[in-house]
């Protein structure tokens, strides 16, 4: 079936109907938590990710047999001002690596048991440089957001979604920017590893671009000043809540695409978790003003959904202790 929007009015109801995680089984599965074999909270965050991700799939002791990540990518008209230390010609010579199972995000998923699929978004049209216009029109935001809908298997039970984009983390910070304040330099990062000059750049950038694009709810400010590929992940994240998927959150870029979503209906990001904090400037602020507490802080900074499918298997053994553990009457162990 294609995407039930063809409106960004559309899109917006969708998130404000979206399901909700089931308050029955979180008590059922917390209830099970305080009976297992372990003191109270011994397992830490796990224990209530566990938690968490039962209420979503519906089941007390739930198992995760179906991980899927995404990968999109697309280019950027904003690269023309110099913000990447890299040419835009880069991503798709990257989207052949992904197919050719060469990167890094090809060996995550394999490790971490989960599907890879890659999107790449009219690479040979990049969006309008952002800093002269919007970088989008309703049509092409509202295209990028169907084919990340469309992108997610119905049986996927675990969703992270990532990027590839020359260009793509000053699209993220000037999102970050219009929808939190602050400076353009409280925001901008090195991204690939450009130098103070460049890092200079972006800033100006950013500034340019908030100045010519003053919208400020949330999925305005993705078609305004994010990209193909942070529309799409935008709209695979609501199509795992419309199913009531959880999500991991990769990095900075995929972080300020589903901001837009929150920004746009509270709680629109209650079924995801942020996978972990990279090493880019904004991150850590961005997921502070999101509520999420990172689980890995690693330093990475490669996007391609890394972060996120290396927390997969965090996420996995939550699961595993607390499905798979015995009860204290179950192991007939004394439990005080």
């Known amino acids: 079936m294609p995407a039930p929007f063809s409106t960004l009015d559309d899109f917006r109801k969708l998130l404000a109907e979206a399901p909700k995680a089931d308050q029955g089984v979180l008590d059922a599965a917390a209830e099970r938590n305080g009976q297992l074999t372990k003191p109270p909270g011994a397992l830490g965050r796990l224990e209530e990710m566990a938690i968490w991700y039962a209420g979503w799939r519906g089941t007390a002791r739930p198992e995760i047999a179906a991980p899927q990540v995404i990968v999109f990518a697309g280019n950027h008209g904003v690269t023309a001002q110099g913000v990447s230390a890299f040419p835009a010609e880069v991503t798709e010579q990257m989207v052949l690596n992904f197919q050719h ?4 995000i090809n060996q995550l998923s394999r490790a971490a048991g989960a599907k890879l699929s890659v999107h790449a978004l009219e690479l040979d049209r990049p969006t309008a440089d ?3 216009s919007p970088a989008m029109s309703e049509a092409e935001v509202i295209a990028a957001l169907a084919t990340g809908w469309d992108a997610v298997a119905e049986n996927t039970d675990l ?3 990532g990027e590839m984009g020359i260009g793509n983390t000053t ?4 999102i970050a920017a219009a929808l939190f304040g602050g400076a353009a330099e409280d925001w901008v990062g090195r991204g690939t590893g ?3 000059a ?3 750049t972006k800033a100006r950038v950013v500034a340019e671009g908030l100045a010519v694009n003053p919208a400020r709810e949330g999925l305005e400010v993705l078609r305004c000043l994010g990209g193909r590929e942070l529309a799409a992940m935008a709209g695979a994240i609501a199509r795992a809540r419309s199913l009531s998927i959880p999500v991991i959150l990769d990095g900075f870029i995929c972080c300020a695409a589903a901001a837009a979503l929150e920004a746009a209906e509270g709680g629109a990001l209650d079924h995801a978790l942020a996978g972990h904090v990279s090493a880019e400037t904004g991150h850590v602020r961005l997921l502070e003003k999101l509520g999420k507490a990172p689980m890995l802080s690693l330093g990475l900074r490669l996007g391609e959904a890394s972060g996120g499918a290396l927390a997969i298997n965090i996420l996995k053994s939550a699961i595993a202790c607390h499905s798979g553990m015995a009860t ?3 192991a007939g162990v004394a439990d005080g």
Request: zero cysteines; a negative charge.
């Open 159 to 161: 969703l992270v979604v």
């Open 101 to 104: 199972g060469g990167a890094a």
């Open 198 to 200: 460049g890092l200079a």
């Open 171 to 174: 699209a993220a910070a000037a």
């Open 130 to 132: 952002f800093t002269q």
């Open 328 to 330: 204290f009457a179950e």
């Open 194 to 196: 450009v130098d103070d």
